[in-house]
Each structure stands twice: as C-alpha cells, then as structure tokens.
C-alpha cells in the first residue's frame, strides 16, 4: 500500500510527473498524493495542460515514495527553501526518492545527491556535478534509495524498475502489458548518441536559452 | 499552428491524452484545447489524477487534430448522443482524427471507423468490428485522416508519427530528442506477443470483468 507524493508546480512537464504515475498507480493500494506549494491547477510548461494538486507541501509529510518531476520551472525552485527543505524532509523517512528529468537538479539543490551517481535530460547532465553528485548517462539510475531518470519520457522505465522493486517482476510486467508499453518509436532520434549531430546541437543551444 | 483538442471524460486513462499532447504541443504554434461534457477537474481511471479541461464539446468546433484518448470511462459513452454528435462534427473538417487505447471504440460508435483498418488495447482489439471496421494489431495505424493507437503508452509513438506528417522528420527527430524518447523498459512484456501467456491471460480476465 505505498502511498506515491507526485511534486508539482508552475511549469511542470507534465510526461515526466504522468509516465511515472501511470505505472506506480497500478501498485496494489497505491495512493496518490499530488503535491504542491500552493495546491489547485497547476500549469504545465507552456500552461498548454493543467494538472491538479490536492495538496499543500506542509501537508504531505511521510510518503513512501517521492516523484520530483523536471520542467522549465525547476531553474525558478533552486533556491527555493521551502520545496527544498520539503523534499529534505520527505527523503529522510522516504523508501524512494526519485527525480525525472531536471528534477534531479531539485534534488541536487536539496544536499540530496552528494556523492551519488545520478542522471537528468542529457542536456542538463553536467549541472548536477554543482551539487556533489555523478553525472551518469543512463536511462534510469538506482543509487540506494534515490532513483534518477532521463529527460522527459524516462519516467515511464523508472516507474517499471520501481515497481519490479516493489511488487516483483511479474507484477512489473503485468502493468508494463496493461500499459501495453511496447515502444516502436518511428525515429531512433532519442538521445544525443543516435540522433543527427547537428540536431543535437541545435536543440542545445535552444534548451540553453530557455 | 495547428489547433489540437484532446478529449476528456471521467475515468480518461491519464497517459493516453499526456502522451501525444506531450508530443504534439511541440509542433510549432501548436494550440491545445482540452475539451469535455462538462469543463473542469476530470477525474482520470480511479481518480487518483485529474487533468483540467478548459473546454466544452459544443465550444470546440474545426480543430485540426482531434485526440480521444481511451480509459475505462469509454464504455461509459459508447451510446452518448452529445459526445458521439461531436467526434462526428469535428471529423467532417479535421485534418487527422485520432484515438489511443480504447479511445477507438469512441470513433467506432461515432462511425467513423467503418471500412477502415484501426487498432486499440490489445485486450479490447477485437471489439472494433462491432463498429465494422478492420482490427489491425499494429501499434500505430494510418487509415487515411484517421490514425489509431494501440493501448496506453502507444499514444507517444502516434505523436511522433503524427509531427512527422505535420511537420517533416527532422522536427519529429528533434522532439524525440527533446523527450529523450530512447525507450528502454526493464522487461520485454509490453504486447501479448511478448509477455508470458499465464500474464496476457489473467490481464484479460481482470480486464473484461472491469
């Protein structure tokens, strides 16, 4: 019965905070906790979607697993002291922390990720290296009890490792069919070691001015 | 700048509007409307999310795409006159009209699936001849304007496909890149082909007494 506090706020992506709850919702019990400093409809990115969270950061105080999605809000949060001492907070009781995306730079702004190996967008990687921790370019990063995973669409393998952590294999690869998660992406674009090179430098540059 | 609605309904399956919306609001210019009965919080499957719609059906009227995700609220409205009136209305002038999931079961009983290949959950594929149209058990299928997505997760694939067409294969490229879409789930049980028969069959069974 773990209960999943999912962080959200303003310029969320909205991929990395659902890939994530899609698979860890189908835990058995699983509750869900959408978190935020102020709760109500969150904007996402570009404020194309709102999400809802139903509850106030101060509210949510011992959830078994913590999911910090990344988006173009997380630069605004960095020194945030109130998400940071939140996430500071829940980590010291968590089973999981886990981060997608440039979540983990909250993470790393939180003292959470010195000395461990961690991931994040492969275009933000080396950004964690300001907070003590090991920039690793994989999909998903298990370091004891903190889970990293790549950009944006990572969040969908993380949450199957996790569940296979949590409920065992067989559970995991109920819910990856239930999901029917069989990816067949039409490009093998999708990271910056199988896409076009001037592609990736393009779009660095782009996500560098954002 | 196309103009792109995203259906919504209570118990809409969460991944399946946030995986070809996180594609697809990176096509340039791109407008999101996200249309329901009845604007507001809609609740997703168990109501452990809910996404914002800002719209009502009757308020949306030539969108360029249209996608209607799956859930376990679609049987809900197979027989709903004002849902159904308006997938038949936008199709007559969208330039794509699309579906994850079950979501095709909803363009079926619209009849807009008559005489054409399409696909849908793997566990609820075979539904669609109700509607007369072709069960297809591919991930992605292109009948014309109309292209049907397999279960769940397969809906980011159909927004790859999609930007393709819309805006040629290197834009697609770079928002796969940018998603960091280079799927690597810990285990291969993602389609009845793939996952142990024990697993496919007791899916199947949970699944139809859902």
Redesign the interface.
């Given at each position: 019965m773990p209960e999943i506090a999912v962080l959200l706020y303003d310029r969320v992506?909205?991929?990395d905070a659902?890939?994530p709850?899609?698979v860890l919702?189908r835990l058995p019990g699983?509750?869900?906790r959408?978190v935020a400093p102020e709760p109500g409809?969150i904007g996402t990115?570009?404020g194309?979607?709102?999400?809802?969270a139903?509850e106030r950061l101060e509210d949510v105080d011992r959830p078994d697993i913590v999911v910090v999605p990344g988006g173009f809000g997380t630069d605004a949060l960095l020194d945030d002291a109130r998400v940071l001492g939140w996430l500071r907070r829940v980590h010291e009781t968590s089973r999981w922390t886990t981060s997608v995306?440039t979540g983990s730079l909250l993470l790393g702004a939180a003292g959470i990720l010195k000395g461990l190996r961690a991931t994040c967008?492969?275009a933000q990687l080396e950004r964690l290296r300001e907070y003590g921790a090991l920039p690793t370019s994989e999909?998903?990063v298990f370091d004891g009890k903190v889970v990293t995973a790549?950009?944006?669409?990572?969040g969908?393998?993380m949450g199957?490792?996790l569940a296979?952590r949590e409920g065992g294999?067989?559970l995991?690869?109920?819910i990856?069919?239930?999901?029917?998660?069989?990816?067949?992406?039409?490009?093998d674009?999708?990271?910056?070691r199988?896409?076009?090179a001037a592609?990736?430098e393009?779009?660095r540059k782009r996500?560098a001015r954002a």
């Amino acid at each position: 019965m773990p209960e999943i506090a999912v962080l959200l706020y303003d310029r969320v992506t909205a991929l990395d905070a659902v890939g994530p709850y899609e698979v860890l919702q189908r835990l058995p019990g699983a509750r869900l906790r959408w978190v935020a400093p102020e709760p109500g409809a969150i904007g996402t990115d570009e404020g194309k979607l709102r999400l809802m969270a139903g509850e106030r950061l101060e509210d949510v105080d011992r959830p078994d697993i913590v999911v910090v999605p990344g988006g173009f809000g997380t630069d605004a949060l960095l020194d945030d002291a109130r998400v940071l001492g939140w996430l500071r907070r829940v980590h010291e009781t968590s089973r999981w922390t886990t981060s997608v995306c440039t979540g983990s730079l909250l993470l790393g702004a939180a003292g959470i990720l010195k000395g461990l190996r961690a991931t994040c967008h492969w275009a933000q990687l080396e950004r964690l290296r300001e907070y003590g921790a090991l920039p690793t370019s994989e999909r998903v990063v298990f370091d004891g009890k903190v889970v990293t995973a790549a950009g944006v669409s990572a969040g969908i393998d993380m949450g199957l490792a996790l569940a296979a952590r949590e409920g065992g294999d067989e559970l995991a690869q109920a819910i990856q069919l239930g999901i029917e998660y069989d990816p067949q992406p039409p490009f093998d674009a999708g990271s910056p070691r199988k896409a076009p090179a001037a592609l990736v430098e393009a779009l660095r540059k782009r996500l560098a001015r954002a």
